[in-house]
């Protein structure tokens, strides 16, 4: 089982990234799919989610309006496009699959500059 995140780097404020997560290894198209980031020195939080048929989505209040979750279920992938990117967006993405099991992705780094 792999959750692997890629498309994160450096980007000024008000740029945009899209980052992906490849899934391989379980029933893709079953699992409901989260983004979460991570901080430095701060706790990890939801940032979306996405349900398995790719219908139903949710996005903490301080990334609505700019994120947008979605999924390719026939690629096993999730995205999460991210636009007017803000310093405060900076943070360490993962990718979470929630079904039968839990599987997490390593991460990738997404950093904005003032």
């Known amino acids: 089982v792999q959750l692997v995140e890629s498309g994160g780097g450096l980007v000024q404020s008000g740029g945009s990234l899209r980052l992906s997560c490849a899934a391989s290894g379980f029933t893709f198209s079953a699992y409901a799919m989260r983004w979460y980031r991570q901080a430095p020195g701060q706790e990890r939080e939801l940032v979306a989610y996405i349900n398995s048929p790719g219908i139903s989505t949710y996005y903490t209040n301080a990334v609505k309006g700019r994120f947008t979750i979605s999924r390719d279920n026939a690629k096993n992938t999730v995205y999460l496009q991210m636009n007017s990117l803000k310093p405060e967006d900076t943070a360490v993405y993962s990718c979470?699959?929630?079904?039968?099991?839990?599987?997490w992705g390593q991460g990738t780094q997404v950093t904005v500059s003032s």
């Open positions: 979470r699959a929630l079904g039968t099991n839990d599987y």
